[in-house]
């Protein structure tokens, strides 16, 4: 820029005026890209401790039905054709985008708690077992909507619209006094892809079903191979 600019741009009064302005736009502009990395990192993490709580409830319903008895094999079953469907909408195997608001899954679900309801105890440990299995269905229900309204995007659009601009000026600036030569060009290049790695961890933290840094599947496969093995 400095070899387009006129003089009269060019001189240290100037300089010092953008060196100035730039300076307060920098630490801004590093306020707000630690604050989006910090909420889509809370947001992550979030939907990963709710996949990995929603997996332990599956094993905890899965174990009470295996100790009520025989009669609990119908449950038992759904729960387990429920479990695949459920692995299959957040993380489908022919590709595309996660689907928890499912119908069909959601109904296996109420399907387990009409079969748990018809259940008939013969004792009070299987009345006790079965009035957990009911309270553990419903947790089941709510978490699932939980995940379903948490899935939404944290980060506004128009907020990294506005952070790329200001960093776009902050490099514009740069161009002022740097010379034209390979190693400020090499320089220039490592910032900024320092820079478009942190909102490439922004944008993909805030979709934590899809993409690269998507959630493990493990915990539910996990639980999938315990209900085959009992």
Partial sequence: MHRILRPIHLTKESQDAVRLGVGMLSVLSSLVLGLLIATAKTSYDTSDNAVRRYAAELALL??????????????KDLLRRYTVTLLNDVWPTAGGPPNLSDEASSRLMEQVREAVRALTPVDDGQKW????????????????WL?????????????????VSWITVIFASFGMNAPRNGLVIAAFL?????????????????????????????????????MDWH
Wanted: proline fraction near 5%; hydrophobic fraction near 50%; aromatic fraction near 4%.
């Fill in 129 to 144: 077992l079965r009035d957990q299995a009911l309270t553990i269905n419903i947790e089941l229900l709510r978490q699932r």
């Fill in 62 to 75: 899965n174990e009470t039905l295996r100790d009520y008895g025989g009669d609990a094999a119908v449950p």
């Fill in 190 to 226: 490592v910032c900024g892809l320092a820079i478009g790695g942190s909102i490439f961890l922004i944008l993909e933290m805030d979709r934590p079903l899809d993409g690269v840094m998507q959630i493990s599947s493990w915990p539910l496969r996990h639980v999938l191979r315990e």
């Fill in 147 to 163: 995940l379903v309204a948490e899935q939404g995007a944290t980060v506004s659009p128009i907020v990294l619209v506005v952070l």
